[in-house]
């Protein structure tokens, strides 16, 4: 029990350094109309939030540039170590504000991050409530990585590429499942890749959509459909039978 205490409260510190240092940002910023420090002070929670911080920073960026993607790079931190939902806003945002290239880097990069530090989160502080509050989930992706255990990078990367496993829950359950934090942390930085190339789009062109539900037409179904296979194939017996035959047949004939 003392042992709980110590780390709830560790994890209340960290999450009050994060919120330090984003009101510091905040502090830091240039003088902000009262309508414009309304819609900059919030994390975004639809898409009618991310055009009103998209308005106030587009007028910003380029002469604060530094302050700008610091201050975005802790938000965007702060939600995926600690599983609160909206980075999926966050990351359309990156497009409105960022553009493309920058937008589509930084996600990925921030994304891998935030997702480690819940892992971490996870492994150091909060393994025992996740234990206990999960029971059934935590079993069920402890069977399926020891089925895989030779091919965690392709299971890690199908979890990332589908959503069979919510993504918050894959954070933090994969220390308790076994898996280790380097595969982890390679197969989310590639899994988020093809979210993250919609979502940035879409902030580029952030005017013309009306709902997520725009972001993923037929052709983004296809492409998830086909990534998801190609990464769980290698993990199938059948697939290891199958190329271990081929393996032998071509010792034998060598």
């Known amino acids: 029990m003392e042992g709980l205490r110590k780390n709830l409260s560790i994890l209340a510190l960290l999450v009050l350094i994060f919120l330090s240092s984003l009101f510091l940002v905040y502090h830091n910023f240039p003088s902000l109309t009262v309508d414009q420090k309304s819609k900059l002070i919030r994390l975004p929670r639809s898409l009618s939030d991310v055009r009103d911080i998209s308005s106030v920073l587009d007028l910003y960026t380029e002469d604060y540039y530094f302050i700008v993607i610091v201050g975005y790079s802790l938000a965007y931190l702060f939600l995926q170590t600690f599983s609160i939902p909206g980075s999926v806003f966050l990351s359309i945002l ?90 982890f942390a390679l197969a989310t930085f590639f899994g988020v890749m093809p979210q993250t190339f919609v979502a940035v789009r879409a902030g580029i062109t952030l005017h013309q959509i009306t709902s997520t539900g725009e972001l993923f037409d037929w052709k983004i179904f296809v492409m998830l459909i086909v990534l998801s296979l190609v990464a769980v194939l290698p993990t199938l017996s059948p697939f290891k039978r199958l190329v271990a035959k081929y393996l032998d047949k071509k010792d034998k004939e060598t």
């Open 94 to 183: 990156a497009g409105a504000i960022f553009r493309f290239y920058v937008g589509f880097l930084l996600v990925c990069t921030l994304s891998t991050v935030g997702a480690c530090n819940s892992f971490l989160v996870s492994k150091y502080l909060c393994r025992s409530l996740i234990t206990q509050w999960f029971p059934q989930r935590i079993s069920f992706l402890h069977d399926e990585v020891q089925k895989r255990k030779n091919n965690i990078f392709n299971y890690v990367l199908f979890l990332r590429f589908t959503p069979v496993v919510p993504n918050w829950f894959v954070n933090i359950a994969s220390p308790i499942v076994g898996i280790s934090l380097h595969l």
